[in-house]
């Protein structure tokens, strides 16, 4: 089992930024590309932005491109959301997942979900 637990999240000002953190413990997440996802009320949970295990693939909701960035460090299993110029329509529960190999931007590529960490952007 993998456990994944996210932090960082808060109230922010519009144009503000926020740093997410996604530790996960358990069985190794070798080979397993991140994602983050994250769901507004009354919404279907969407996609933000993924990461391949070596780092080599990234990919971003067009939504956040030029604004969030994906990082990670396999050495201390921890993901990292860089988010900068936030958007009221940002705000929502932002959710950690780690799936396969194979970089994915819908729900059902992984496997592995946190419990989440609520992004509010105040206009």
């Known amino acids: 089992q993998v456990q994944l637990v996210e932090s960082g999240g808060g109230l922010v000002q519009a144009g503000g930024s926020l740093r997410l953190s996604c530790l996960a413990s358990g069985r190794t997440l070798i080979w397993s590309t991140m994602g983050w996802f994250r769901q507004a009320p009354g919404k279907e949970r969407e996609f933000v932005s993924a990461i391949t295990w070596g780092g080599d693939r990234i990919y971003y909701a067009d939504s956040v491109k030029g604004r969030f960035t994906i990082s990670r460090d396999n050495a201390k299993n921890t993901v990292y959301l860089q988010m900068n110029s936030l958007k009221p329509e940002d705000t929502a529960v932002y959710y950690c997942?780690?799936?396969?190999?194979?970089?994915?931007?819908?729900?059902?590529?992984?496997?592995?979900w946190g419990q989440g960490t609520q992004v509010t952007v105040s206009s």
């Open positions: 997942a780690a799936g396969g190999s194979m970089a994915s931007m819908a729900t059902i590529g992984y496997t592995y």
